[in-house]
């Protein structure tokens, strides 16, 4: 079954839930991919690459909303069967997610280097290193 990459705009509750149960939900699960189809106006035509900027970046703005005032935004890249990923109303590049996210479908964390910081300036985190990303992100449990 073929596999699309999707960005999970996070918050600390989702990833103590990741780390406690090995996967993310409820479902549907709000992110953003890659779509070649319905693109944006400064994206017709855009190749691969750029919708797949388009869709990380898109998935940043919303985790900008789901971090607690002053927190660092988290999205997860996680790579999901197609037959679960549905196109979303909001952006161009928002889906939904109909299953859980189990841990091994994750491919990488993206935080924010700072709280409030610019979407060029996420640091890039292993799925190995869920422990220390919840941490970054919710320092004081």
Do not use: C, K, Q
């Not at 890659?34 to 190749?47: C, I, K, M, Q």
Request: hydrophobic share 45%.
């Amino acid at each position: 079954m073929p596999l699309v990459r999707v960005y999970l705009p996070l918050d600390a509750a989702a990833l103590t839930r990741l780390r406690d149960t090995g996967e993310l939900s409820p479902t549907p699960l709000a992110g953003h991919a890659a779509t070649s189809g319905g693109a944006r106006p400064g994206l017709v035509g855009a190749d691969e690459e750029e919708r797949e900027y388009a869709a990380w970046s898109a998935a940043a703005d919303d985790a900008r909303e789901r971090a607690a005032t002053g927190a660092r935004r988290v999205i997860a890249s996680a790579d999901v069967d197609a037959a679960v990923v549905r196109r979303g109303t909001e952006h161009e590049s928002a889906v939904e997610v109909d299953s859980v996210v189990a841990l091994p479908r994750i491919a990488s964390f993206h935080i924010d280097e700072e709280p409030g910081g610019d979407v060029a300036d996420l640091l890039w985190y292993d799925v190995t290193e869920l422990d220390d990303v919840l941490a970054a992100v919710n320092p004081a449990g």
